[in-house]
């Protein structure tokens, strides 16, 4: 039996894998609690920068809900497991790191909603990206309609959630569903870790304070959103890291940060 989720440390880097590649990285009930867990487990450990959700083998980052499960399961089961996708899942866009889903094969339905739960998106060429819930008779549920309206606007939203249409990568990377594509000589994984090398090895006050801030944009109105950006500017001012990047400057030297 497979783990469902692995979770792996590299250096200041978490990277959480989808590990159920004979129903292409699906999501069921238990898989969902799992990455609860180990968002749980991330969120208590202030040493983690940078988590990469990413998925095994080279064909899913994940196929979405566990159809086959959810064929066995009855209205309330799917209330519950709503409510899970919305309780165990958050915490890619809440926590005080950085979220980055590597998409390394096809983000459907929910495996495209948990890649818009995160932060940022990188993806291999030639993958195929898309919502099809419509088609199911249902909508997407774990988020979906509140993020990629979002994230893309609301005419593009509705094109990709109405017609349930798939996309393939250089028209996600067109519509900014993804940040960037990583090419195919190289594995999704690594380009990821070294396009966010600069985070993993940067100044870890001003890092948090600058996530924080660009994340708040989403819900505050701009003059609570500037009262916001100075606090979070303020904590980087009082940092030791701070003078110690220009002292670095002044030195022709990389600075040392020690995250105080
Ligand atoms: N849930 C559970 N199992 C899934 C799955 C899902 N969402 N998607 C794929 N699988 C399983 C298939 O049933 C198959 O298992 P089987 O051989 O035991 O029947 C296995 O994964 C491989 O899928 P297959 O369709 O044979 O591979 P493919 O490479 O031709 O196509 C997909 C892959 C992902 C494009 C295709 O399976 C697909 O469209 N899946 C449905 C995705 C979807 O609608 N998700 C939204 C849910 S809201």
Do not use: H
Request: contains cysteine; aromatic residues 4%.
């Amino acid at each position: 039996m497979s783990e469902l989720v692995r979770l792996e440390r590299r250096g200041t880097a978490a990277i959480v894998t989808l590990d159920r590649p004979e129903r292409m990285n699906a999501l069921s009930l238990a898989t969902v609690q799992r990455l609860g867990e180990i968002g749980r487990e991330l969120g208590a450990d202030p040493s983690v920068r940078v988590c990469v959700l990413t998925g095994a083998g080279d064909k899913a980052f994940c196929a979405g809900a566990d159809l086959k499960e959810r064929q066995g399961m009855g209205r309330e089961q799917v209330r519950d497991m709503l409510s899970a996708y919305r309780s165990e899942l958050s915490w890619l866009s809440s926590s005080d790191f950085v979220s980055v889903a590597a998409l390394n094969g096809v983000a459907l339905g929910g495996g495209l909603e948990l890649a818009l739960t995160c932060d940022l998106r990188c993806a291999s060429e030639g993958i195929t990206l898309g919502l099809p819930e419509t088609g199911l008779g249902i909508i997407p549920g774990a988020g979906g309609t509140q993020r990629i309206a979002r994230l893309v606007g609301e005419a593009r939203a509705l094109d990709l959630v109405l017609t349930g249409r798939r996309i393939g990568t250089a028209e996600a990377l067109a519509l900014g569903l993804v940040n960037r594509v990583i090419p195919s000589t190289e594995s999704v994984l690594e380009g990821a870790l070294i396009w966010l090398e600069s985070v993993t090895d940067g100044a870890p006050i001003a890092q948090r304070a600058a996530l924080l801030a660009v994340r708040a944009a989403r819900y505050l109105p701009l003059e609570a959103g500037l009262d916001y950006e100075r606090a979070q500017y303020e904590l980087c001012l009082a940092s030791e890291d701070r003078d110690e990047a220009l002292r670095a400057v002044a030195e022709k030297r990389k600075p040392i940060f020690t995250g105080r």
